[in-house]
């Protein structure tokens, strides 16, 4: 199984700012990575696939980076829609794994 | 736009069979371009993906849980299925149904959500 590594595990931050979550493979997935914004009893929502490629009707305030085993999801001008948890999921392999999820909570 | 609709029972004893139903509308399941999947989440925990289905019937499960899942498809009714046996309290999850969108292979459509407790 390719692991995915998410990190931090939580972060704390104000509306306004910017923030970053990582998400490391245990071996290159190239660029087949995805992430994904969970909010509480809802199911998670597409943002990013192929670790850098807008989903339709997105907000271009997320942006996606990386390739190989280093993934990155920025956050620009916090929202207060946006304090939810983070996923990223490989697409490497058909064995589709997850990251263990980064919870964005108010500062 | 295309939805998804999880059904099936909530409380299930343990050993036996969860069953579950996932109803496509605002699209055809038959379409060649896509897979369908099932992913859980137990209670305050990560995702897990559990098994995709292609319409023709090919599937891929996890290999964690292969001795135990069976996934069907039923393009007459555009709905697909879950089916995991021999099923435990470590079952106890939100099973989410959804859309694997075939090239980057990431999952576009989600359903509500379905939560299914083991317990007697």
């Known amino acids: 199984d390719i692991q995915m590594t998410q990190s931090p595990s939580s972060l704390s931050a104000s509306p306004g700012d910017s923030v970053t979550i990582t998400c490391r493979a245990s071996q290159s997935i190239t660029t087949s990575l995805n992430w994904y914004q969970q909010k509480p009893g809802k199911a998670p929502k597409l943002l990013i696939y192929a670790a850098s490629s807008l989903q339709s009707g997105v907000p271009s305030r997320f942006s996606g980076s990386g390739s190989g085993t280093v993934f990155i999801l920025t956050i620009t001008s916090l929202q207060l829609e946006d304090f939810a948890t983070y996923y990223c999921?490989?697409?490497?392999?058909?064995?589709?794994?997850f990251g263990q999820g980064t919870k964005l909570e108010v500062k | 736009q295309l939805q998804l609709q999880e059904s099936g029972p909530g409380l299930v004893n343990p050993s036996e069979t969860l069953s579950l139903t996932c109803t496509v509308s605002?699209?055809?399941?038959?379409?060649?371009?896509?897979?369908w999947s099932w992913i859980r989440q137990p209670p305050e925990k990560g995702l897990e993906w559990v098994g995709s289905i292609y319409y023709s019937g090919t599937t891929h499960y996890n290999p964690s849980l292969k001795s135990r899942v069976t996934m069907s498809v039923d393009t007459s009714k555009n709905q697909f299925s879950l089916k995991l046996n021999s099923v435990t309290a470590a079952d106890t999850a939100v099973y989410f149904c959804?859309?694997?969108?075939?090239?980057?292979?990431?999952?576009?459509?989600w359903g509500q959500g379905s939560l299914v407790t083991v317990s007697s």
């Open positions: 999921q490989q697409s490497y392999s058909t064995l589709y794994t």
């Open positions: 959804a859309r694997i969108t075939s090239g980057w292979y990431y999952f576009d459509f």
């Open positions: 605002g699209g055809s399941i038959s379409s060649s371009n896509y897979y």
